[in-house]
């Protein structure tokens, strides 16, 4: 892991950071380095200890960094999570985008809206873009996937008749 492994955010004033930075990333991220945390859009938390490796590459001018990028680098992923009350969301708007900025760092990218609560999250649900995933702090060993593959396509479905 990164430098940023031992580093407590006590600055942070949004708990959903902390349950990112903790839970989250133990969980689904495993082994990954935290490259940018930032609350809000003007100011930076904490930056990695790879920036390097965020920063030699050209991005595009004014592109806007979700609120927390972790880098895995085992599995060639880099998680981009934006936190609702914080940051907003990851709508199929702000995907491309992401996508068009980063799109010179050959990593698979998984986006990641993270919420407090399912109450949260009830009234936003429909700004959610397909083919990103959804984490709940306070259910954190749970994920919900926005995919548009069909998985029930093999599965037999037989109604539940059970009383």
């Not at 004033?13 to 991220?29: D, E, T």
């Not at 609702?84 to 809206?113: H, P, Q, Y």
């Not at 609560?117 to 873009?129: K, N, Q």
Request: a positive charge.
């Amino acid at each position: 892991m990164g430098e940023c492994a031992h580093v407590r955010y006590a600055k942070m004033q949004h708990p959903v950071f902390q349950a990112v930075l903790g839970k989250f990333r133990r969980r689904f991220a495993p082994g990954s380095e935290v490259l940018w945390v930032s609350e809000q859009r003007s100011r930076l938390v904490r930056l990695g200890h790879s920036r390097r490796n965020l920063l030699e590459l050209p991005l595009p001018e004014g592109i806007d960094l979700p609120n927390i990028v972790l880098l895995q680098r085992k599995l060639s992923r880099m998680f981009l999570v934006e936190v609702i009350g914080a940051g907003g969301l990851l709508n199929s708007t702000r995907c491309a985008e992401l996508r068009r900025g980063l799109r010179g760092f050959r990593l698979k990218l998984v986006f990641i809206t993270a919420s407090a609560s399912r109450s949260e999250l009830r009234d936003r649900l429909h700004e959610i873009a397909w083919q990103t995933h959804v984490w709940i702090a306070n259910e954190p060993n749970h994920i919900i996937h926005f995919d548009c593959k069909p998985h029930l396509a093999n599965a037999t479905l037989q109604p539940n008749t059970r009383k």
